[in-house]
C-alpha cells in the first residue's frame, strides 16, 4: 500500500512491526490490570506463555489499526492531489475561466464602480 501511495514502504514496514509490538505490550498491561483486579489467582496460576497468547489478538488489532488509519489518510490525500489536477477539458482555458471565483473577490472600485488609477507617487 505504501508503493502504491508513494510513500517510503521501510518506512511504514517498520511501523506496522511497531504497532504490532506496542499493542502486545498494551495488551498485556490490560490483561494484567484487569485481570489482576478480578481474578488475582487466574494471573498467578497461569503460564506466561498462555498470557502472551491472549495479549496476541490485541497486538493484531493495533497492527490493522494503524493500517486503517494509513489507509484512510493516504486515500484522502490522494483524492486532494487528484481534484488540483488540471484535466484535460482545461487545456486552452484562459486562468481566468478555470478560476471563476477570484472574479467574485471584492476590488477596490469607488461608488460608480470605477477602478481608480494607481497612484504610486510618481508623476510624469
Keep these: 500500500m505504501a508503493k502504491k501511495h508513494e510513500q517510503s514502504g521501510w518506512l511504514y514496514a517498520i511501523l506496522g512491526v511497531l504497532s504490532y509490538y506496542a499493542g502486545l505490550v498494551l495488551g498485556?498491561?490490560?490483561?494484567?490490570?484487569?485481570l489482576g483486579l478480578l481474578y488475582p489467582e487466574f494471573i498467578e496460576s497461569s503460564s506466561e506463555l498462555f498470557l502472551g497468547l491472549l495479549t496476541i489478538?490485541?497486538?493484531?488489532?493495533?497492527?490493522?489499526?494503524?493500517?486503517?488509519?494509513?489507509?484512510?489518510?493516504?486515500?484522502?490525500?490522494?483524492?486532494?492531489?487528484?481534484?488540483?489536477?488540471?484535466?484535460i477539458s482545461d487545456i486552452g482555458k484562459k486562468e481566468e475561466d478555470l478560476y471563476?471565483?477570484?472574479?467574485?473577490?471584492?476590488?477596490?472600485?469607488?461608488?460608480?464602480?470605477?477602478t481608480p488609477e494607481k497612484n504610486d507617487g510618481f508623476r510624469f
Design 100 to 114: 471563476p471565483t477570484q472574479n467574485l473577490l471584492p476590488r477596490n472600485t469607488n461608488i460608480e464602480g470605477e
Design 28 to 34: 498485556g498491561v490490560l490483561l494484567g490490570i484487569i
Design 57 to 87: 489478538p490485541v497486538g493484531i488489532l493495533c497492527c490493522w489499526g494503524f493500517y486503517q488509519i494509513l489507509k484512510v489518510k493516504w486515500e484522502k490525500e490522494f483524492a486532494e492531489k487528484e481534484r488540483n489536477k488540471p484535466k
